[in-house]
Nanobody, 118 residues
Framework: QVQLVESGGGLVEPGGSLRLSCAAS????????MGWYRQVPGKQRELVAR???????NYADSVKGRFTISRDNAKNTAYLQMNSLKPEDTAVYYC????????????WGQGTQVTVSS
């Protein structure tokens, strides 16, 4: 029973902050790279940030300096701290897990809505 469950989305004003959480279960969390992606209606899903098993990170240029991805293997949870939010950050945010050395093994969460508006 593999599950990735996102939480923490909501409505926030421009310049505000949100912290998204992704609670994982049913697989060996520590040997999976974890990522956050986002999607708006009519557009392709895009990478926001990834964190590897060793703690290395990658970010989309549009969020560098504002977002931080992290993970707590003891809690089987990944996080996305989002600061200085902009209206263009509005999207459904999805959690992703991909097995290290086996990218064909991949799981997705159901998504959580983030809306940045005044």
């Amino acid at each position: 029973q593999v599950q990735l469950v996102e939480s923490g989305g909501g409505l926030v004003e421009p310049g505000g902050s949100l912290r998204l959480s992704c609670a994982a279960s049913g697989f060996a969390f520590s040997v999976y790279s974890m990522g956050w992606y986002r999607q708006v209606p009519g557009k392709q899903r895009e990478l926001v940030a990834r964190i590897g098993g060793g703690g290395g990170t990658n970010y989309a240029d549009s969020v560098k300096g504002r977002f931080t991805i992290s993970r707590d293997n003891a809690k089987n949870t990944a996080y996305l701290q989002m600061n200085s939010l902009k209206p263009e950050d509005t999207a459904v945010y999805y959690c992703n897990g991909r097995r290290i050395y086996s990218s064909s093994t991949e799981y997705w969460g159901q998504g959580t809505q983030v809306t940045v508006s005044s």
